[in-house]
Structures are given as C-alpha cells and as structure tokens.
C-alpha cells in the first residue's frame, strides 16, 4: 500500500488543512512572491475560511505523481482530529485523535504512529496557526478558476510545499498539493465538502481492525 501511505506522508511532511488567526498584515511572504494573480485580500479571505473551519466532511480523490488514485472520506474535527477512510476493498485508514498521528496499513494489518506535535501536522491540526513563524507564502495566484496559495516552511523552505485551492463562487477549499523533497506530488481533492456539522462518538479514536478494544481506549 505504498501509494495508501503517501497520506501519511503529507502529514509528516506539512500541514494539511487548516486554519489561520492572523490577518495578512502579519503573514510572512517569500522574496519574490508571486501574487499578482491574488490579492492579499484573496489570500485573507482563505485564511478567514480555513480558520472557521472547525468540523468538515468530504469524499476525496488522492491521486499520486504515477496516476494511481484511491477514494474514499475526509473528517475535520479541530483541534488535533482527523480521519481518511479509504473504500473498501482497500481497509487502510489514517486517524488522528489529539495527540498521534495512526496509520493502519490494511494489506498488511500493522499500524504505525507518530506523535502530532512532533510533525508539520501540527500546524494543521492546532486551534491556530500563524504564518508568522513557521509558514511562509511562496506563491499566490488565480488558475484554472482557483486560487492557489503555495505554502513552504519557514526554516525549510526547500524541503517541500503545499498548495491549498480553493473555489471562488462559493469560496471552498476545493484541494490540496503536496510536493515532498523528492518531487514527489500527491494531490487530494475533495467533493460533497460539508461544514460545521456534528461527529460520531468514537470517530477520532484509534481501533485496531484485529482487536476488541481500540488502541488508545
């Protein structure tokens, strides 16, 4: 399930949705950044929207560098939670319950984990985020009817990037890329995405498919 993993790996590596305070008056631009396809207007209002977005739910389509594409659904519940379930036949799934991030690997039944505040999901997954200190805009501009807003880190900027797009009419997130260190693009767009809307007990909870009991129960 090597293409199933790449989720994670965007986690490891950056962010991935959500959330912002701070007004643009603040956030930090790389030199040379490209915006004059979006105005700093276009850019807050993205932050304003991400911010708000406490509770979501999406079908998503996660397609890789190679083509390959899997399906399945996307739950938002921040601070700190989140869920990709993959349709069957594939029993893969991603969860993040506050604390650590799990991966469980279907094919070959076996989990694996990683604290949240050890990784760049934290900015993700943290009630707020600035991009004053870890975040930088690399690149701002309309395409393809959105706004794409190019992310990288503040002390490594070279060590990949995420672009949130988003929909103008009505402002949605509509995607997100991922370019890791290697080149390697994976790409989640999201369909049916609603908002504010209320979870199940139990969704953000660790269970392990082979046990009664779930693993942080």
């Known amino acids: 399930m090597v293409m199933a ?15 912002s305070a701070m007004g643009m008056a603040g956030a930090v631009f790389a030199q040379g950044v490209k915006i004059t396809e979006a105005s700093v207007e276009n850019i807050a209002d993205a ?40 349709d069957p ?24 984990n990683v604290p949240i505040r050890s990784t760049l999901a934290n900015f993700f997954l943290r009630k707020d985020f600035s991009l004053n200190d870890d975040l930088i805009v690399k690149d ?23 672009t949130f797009a988003f929909e103008k009419n009505p402002f949605t997130l509509k995607k997100w890329r991922v370019i890791d260190q290697q080149g390697m693009i994976t790409e989640v767009e999201l369909f049916y995405l609603t908002t504010g809307i209320k979870h199940k007990k139990g969704l953000f909870v660790y269970k392990d498919p082979n046990r009664k009991l779930g693993y942080n129960d």
């Open 140 to 162: 701002a501009k309309w395409a393809n009817a959105l706004l794409q807003i190019k992310i990288v880190q503040a002390e490594e900027p070279e060590a990949g990037s995420i």
């Open 89 to 112: 036949p594939n029993k893969s799934f991603v969860v993040a319950d506050g604390l650590f991030i799990y991966y469980y690997d279907g094919e070959l039944e076996e989990q694996s």
């Open 5 to 19: 993993k790449r989720i994670i790996g965007f986690f490891l590596m950056f962010a991935f949705i959500l959330g």
């Open 47 to 86: 932050e304003k929207y991400l911010q708000n977005m406490k509770t979501a739910q999406a079908r998503f389509v996660q397609t890789t560098h190679n083509g390959e594409q899997l399906v399945g659904t996307f739950y938002l519940n921040r601070p700190g939670n989140v869920r990709f379930d993959y």
